[in-house]
C-alpha cells in the first residue's frame, strides 16, 4: 500500500508539473470530444517496464479508455515491436503522451540494463541487488524496474533493514559496538547488515551474527576468503565497482549476493514512440 501511494505522489506531481491549469496548445486546436488511437511502438530492443504504471497516469485523464498492451512488464521486445495499442479522446492521449514515455523509457531502461547483469550471472547462485542510488522521489518505479529486469529489490529506505557502514562504525568505536546498540533498539525481524572492508571486520562481523555481510571494494581473493570464513553462517554481499566484464570471476567466489548502483544511477532510457491517428 505504501508504494501504491508514493506512486500515486508521483503521477500527481508529474501532472502538476507537466500540465497544470491546462495543456494551451491542445485545448486550443483539438475538439474536446474527438476521439483517436494510439499506437506505442520500439525503437530499440529492451525489456518492458512501466506500462502499468503508464496506465494509472491514462486513467487520470479518463476512466474508460481502451487498453491493450501487446506485452507485458517484464518482456523482452525486438525494434518495431508494438507495445500498446489505446484508444481514448484526442486530448487525453496527448495529454498522457510525454508523462507515459517518461516513465516508461526510464523504467524500461533500467529493467534492460538489469537484465543484462542477470544474464551475466545465470548458472550461478549469486543474486543481482539494486540499491538506493535511485532519482529522488522515483525510487518505487526504478526498484520495480529492476525486478521486472530480473532483478533482486534490496532494502526500500533507510527504514526496513539496517546498513551498518563505516561511518557508523566510527562512532560506535567497532562493528561489535554498533551491532549491539542497534539491537537495543530495532524491532525483531528487521535483518541487520554490516559493511566490512577486511577480513578481521568479516570476523568480527560474523562474531556479532550479523545477517548479511558487505564485502566492500574487496577484491577477488579477498572476497573468496571472507565467504570461507563466514561459511554460510551469513548471508555475503560483494559491493563496489562491479561492471559486467567481473560479475562472474566475484560469482565464483559464492557470494549471495551482488549489488550494483549503476542499475539506477546512471540510466539510459529505451526508446519508445507514440503514433496517434484519428479513429
Not at 474536446?32 to 502499468?52: P, W
Not at 559491493?239 to 539510459?268: F, Q, W
Request: zero cysteines.
Amino acid at each position: 500500500m505504501q508504494h501504491d501511494k508514493l506512486t500515486d505522489r508521483l503521477i500527481d506531481l508529474a501532472i502538476e508539473e507537466d500540465i497544470a491549469t491546462g495543456d494551451v496548445t491542445t485545448d486550443s486546436i483539438i475538439p474536446a470530444h474527438s476521439k483517436a488511437v494510439a499506437e506505442m511502438k520500439m525503437k530499440a530492443d529492451g525489456v518492458i517496464s512501466g506500462l502499468e504504471i503508464a496506465r494509472r497516469v491514462y486513467e487520470r485523464f479518463e476512466k474508460d479508455i481502451v487498453w491493450e498492451p501487446k506485452v507485458k512488464d517484464g518482456d523482452t521486445v525486438k525494434k518495431g515491436d508494438i507495445i500498446l495499442r489505446i484508444e481514448a479522446s484526442y486530448r487525453s492521449l496527448l495529454l498522457g503522451e510525454r508523462l507515459s514515455l517518461n516513465i516508461l523509457q526510464r523504467m524500461s531502461g533500467i529493467a534492460t540494463e538489469t537484465a543484462r547483469y542477470v544474464k551475466e550471472l545465470a548458472g550461478t547462485h549469486t543474486q543481482l541487488l539494486d540499491t538506493r542510488k535511485t532519482a529522488p522521489g522515483l525510487r518505487v518505479l526504478d526498484k520495480l524496474a529492476v525486478k521486472q529486469g530480473g532483478g533482486t529489490n534490496h532494502r526500500m529506505g533507510l527504514y526496513d533493514m539496517v546498513m551498518i557502514k563505516d561511518n557508523h562504525i566510527k562512532v560506535a568505536g567497532n562493528i561489535t559496538n554498533a551491532v549491539n546498540a542497534v539491537r537495543k533498539n530495532v524491532p525483531a525481524g528487521i535483518k541487520i547488515e554490516v559493511e566490512t572492508t577486511n577480513l578481521d571486520e568479516v570476523r568480527e562481523a560474523l562474531a556479532t551474527q550479523a545477517d548479511i555481510i558487505m564485502l566492500d571494494n574487496m577484491n577477488t581473493q579477498e572476497m573468496a576468503e571472507a565467504v570461507k570464513i563466514i561459511n554460510g553462517k551469513a548471508k555475503t554481499e560483494a559491493s563496489g565497482n562491479m561492471s559486467i566484464p567481473r560479475l562472474k570471476e566475484v560469482a565464483a567466489t559464492g557470494v549471495d549476493y551482488i549489488s550494483v548502483g549503476a542499475l539506477t544511477h546512471s540510466v539510459t532510457a529505451l526508446d519508445i514512440s507514440m503514433n496517434i491517428k484519428t479513429h
